[in-house]
């Protein structure tokens, strides 16, 4: 059975080598800020089954040059594949309203491009509502999800598929919806542990790799 990690970030080769020997084959990188935008291209462009994401996480708004939107265009001009991540609204950290500001304007270029995006939330599901009402038709993964039961039956009228590493929301969420993810190196240490990560969630592989499957036919234009 293959196996897949839908949210980690850029972590040393190693760990990726060591999870394909444990048949987990494709990778989903997110970026976090613009620092790590090379790195993550160039892991994507280094190993096969490794996607790319590039995008300002709602922690390092203030970080971003004052033409990091064109800079993401440019990117995505030319790469097909390429996705929007992680991005997201995230009440607990400062600079909300350039949160809001980052996130919109992220949407704006993937639903320009026809591009999945990475979400993080926490505890903004109001916020995030009324930024999502302004797009039709985005393709968005909740990474680690954390919404209530309201929000998932909100989202499930959505396009949205949810990656998770905690058991507690699996019951609200649709079945053939859900993914799972490592969050590496923050997470779970390494991608490795993804098929014990299923396990402890008492997954169904096959069904997994079916909503992967589904899942991985969209993320492009
Ligand atoms: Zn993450």
Not at 112 to 125: F, L
Not at 126 to 143: M, P, R, T, V
Not at 198 to 215: C, G, I, M, Q, T
Request: glycine share 4%.
């Amino acid at each position: 059975m293959k196996y897949f990690d839908a949210h980690m970030h850029v972590v040393d080769v190693k760990l990726i080598y060591e999870a394909q020997r444990k048949d987990v084959s494709t990778f989903i990188c997110n970026a976090t800020s613009q620092k790590d935008w090379n790195a993550v291209l160039s892991l994507s462009d280094q190993i096969p089954g490794v996607y790319a994401c590039l995008g300002i996480h709602p922690w390092y708004v203030n970080t971003v040059s004052d033409d990091w939107r064109s800079r993401l265009e440019a990117y995505l001009k030319y790469r097909p594949n390429l996705m929007i991540g992680e991005i997201g609204l995230d009440l607990l950290k400062p600079d909300f309203e350039r949160q809001k500001e980052v996130f919109r304007s992220s949407l704006e270029l993937a639903s320009q491009y026809n591009r999945t995006v990475h979400i993080h939330c926490v505890k903004a599901w109001d916020a995030l509502f009324e930024i999502l009402s302004e797009f039709k038709n985005l393709n968005c993964l909740f990474h680690r999800f954390s919404g209530d039961a309201v929000v998932a039956q909100k989202l499930r009228f959505t396009n949205s598929f949810f990656s998770v590493m905690n058991k507690n929301v699996l019951d609200i969420l649709p079945d053939n919806r859900i993914l799972v993810e490592s969050d590496s190196p923050d997470g779970i240490r390494s991608p490795a542990f993804i098929p014990e990560l299923v396990e402890k969630l008492r997954l169904d592989p096959s069904y997994l790799a079916e909503n992967f499957e589904e899942f991985i036919t969209r993320i492009g234009s």
